[in-house]
């Protein structure tokens, strides 16, 4: 089992950046697969970003050269960097991780302003 808190969230205006934090209650050195979602008012939650134990990455292609994930080990926390936002970014980002099955975040609000 383990815990998940979000945080780095806010309000940005285009072109801007934010850096995500998920950090976990437990070690993730073993976590194969971490991840991060979203999800805007009336739409479905979205894969943003994952990364694998072994440092795998895989983007969605809407963030594909602007947002970077990593995770830190050593402080049992995930990253994402987001640069160049556009408004279209806006949305709650969750992170999830897969162990016995799905834990996910409460989420963090990203607002980006035109």
């Known amino acids: 089992q383990v815990q998940l808190a979000e945080s780095g969230g806010g309000l940005v205006q285009a072109g801007g950046s934010l850096r995500l934090s998920c950090a976990a209650s437990r070690n993730i050195f073993r976590i194969n697969v971490m991840g991060w979602y979203r999800q805007a008012p009336g739409n479905q939650r979205e894969l943003v970003a994952q990364?694998?134990?072994?440092?795998?990455?895989n983007y969605a292609d809407s963030v594909k050269g602007r947002f970077t994930i990593s995770r830190d080990a050593a402080k049992n926390t995930m990253y994402l960097q987001m640069d160049s936002l556009k408004p279209e970014d806006t949305a709650v980002y969750f992170c999830?991780?897969?162990?016995?099955?799905?834990?996910w975040g409460q989420g963090t609000q990203v607002t980006v302003s035109s």
């Open positions: 990364i694998t134990s072994g440092g795998t990455t």
């Open positions: 999830l991780v897969l162990i016995d099955r799905d834990y």
